[in-house]
């Protein structure tokens, strides 16, 4: 997985309040505790409301400082090769080009979403969480929330292998969820239902396919637009790496390895195989029509 070296990256999609501790109490602990809840935050995956983590406190504010940073460190796609947080905003840059040129071409309008990178705990417009929730999409602010170490997280505790594009996917699954937001799909996961057929799942597995249909047009210039495409290689170990990764968060690859036991009746994102299944159907369609989970 390579950038083009002289690409130049947008960081205004990118918050970083890394090192900032919003005001107030964690609602979820490190230890024991933490690992629980980062089972449950990427079982329901959302945002941090759907775990009871609401606290109240308002979202951080970005600060001038703290993009600066950002923009400072990741200024073209060479950084993105070179670091982690530049590689965020290369991935972030890429999947919302696409969307933007999706939406145009079937006459609708995107509406950009940022990441913003933590490290701890942040408090967001659904709620406040811990860095152990894992990735989420909070639909009340339209932004994905990161915290870098979560990758470590996913090989050490997950037993993924890792890899740029694990993380790309996992980034371009979150946009997958802002997608839905902007088109009505994902309230159908509120309902409160689990099961290897509810809505939630259903869900989940779209937004693997839109990861995957994103990575099969990601090293293609959008239809509308003029420039060299800014991810230039991804090999078939790269989509691998992404395949892994879906895997190793499936629902019973996660109950068997922390409860000994799969029980599908409480599922909220789908097996390691059926994740697996999507994301090849978005990459080897690459047509967001084919990601109709709900037939």
């Given at each position: 997985?390579?950038?083009?070296d002289?690409?130049r ?9 890394r090192g900032?501790?919003?005001?107030g109490?964690?609602?979820v602990g ?10 449950l935050g ?10 009871g983590?609401s606290?109240?406190e ?12 950002v923009?400072r460190a990741?200024?073209r ?6 670091r982690?947080?530049?590689r ?9 080009d ?7 071409r079937r ?19 659904c ?12 639909p ?5 929330y ?9 090989r ?10 694990a ?17 009505g799909?994902l ?5 409160g ?9 259903r ?5 693997d ?5 994103w ?9 509308g ?7 230039t290689?991804?090999t078939e170990?790269?989509?691998?790496d992404g395949?892994?990764?879906a ?7 996660i ?15 789908g097996?390691?195989?059926q994740r697996?299944?999507w994301?090849?159907?978005g ?7 084919r990601c109709?989970?709900?037939?």
């Amino acid at each position: 997985m390579r950038f083009d070296d002289d690409a130049r990256l947008d960081t205004s999609e990118v918050g970083d309040v890394r090192g900032r501790v919003p005001g107030g109490r964690a609602t979820v602990g490190g230890g024991i505790a933490g690992l629980v809840a980062l089972v449950l935050g990427l079982l329901f995956g959302v945002g941090p409301e759907q775990l009871g983590l609401s606290s109240g406190e308002e979202e951080p504010a970005v600060t001038a400082s703290s993009q600066a940073e950002v923009a400072r460190a990741c200024r073209r796609g060479s950084d993105a090769d070179a670091r982690e947080d530049c590689r965020i905003v290369a991935v972030v840059n890429s999947v919302q080009d696409y969307w933007r040129a999706e939406f145009r071409r079937r006459q609708g309008r995107y509406a950009d979403a940022r990441t913003v990178l933590f490290t701890g705990r942040v408090a967001t417009a659904c709620g406040a969480a811990t860095s152990a929730v894992g990735p989420f999409y909070c639909p009340g602010d339209r932004q994905v929330y990161l915290d870098l170490g979560f990758f470590g997280d996913l090989r050490d505790r997950f037993g993924a292998t890792g890899g740029p594009f694990a993380q790309a996917y996992v980034v371009a699954h979150e946009y997958g969820h802002h997608v839905q937001n902007l088109t009505g799909v994902l309230g159908r996961a509120q309902d409160g239902r689990q099961g290897a057929g509810s809505a939630a799942v259903r869900v989940e597995l779209q937004a693997d396919c839109y990861a995957g249909v994103w990575a099969r047009h990601a090293t293609t210039t959008p239809d509308g637009t003029t420039g060299r495409p800014l991810l230039t290689e991804l090999t078939e170990a790269d989509i691998l790496d992404g395949l892994d990764a879906a895997a190793a968060v499936g629902d019973d690859r996660i109950q068997q390895r922390h409860q000994g036991r799969v029980t599908p009746d409480t599922w909220t994102h789908g097996s390691a195989g059926q994740r697996q299944a999507w994301f090849r159907q978005g990459f080897r369609t690459g047509d967001t029509a084919r990601c109709d989970t709900f037939r």
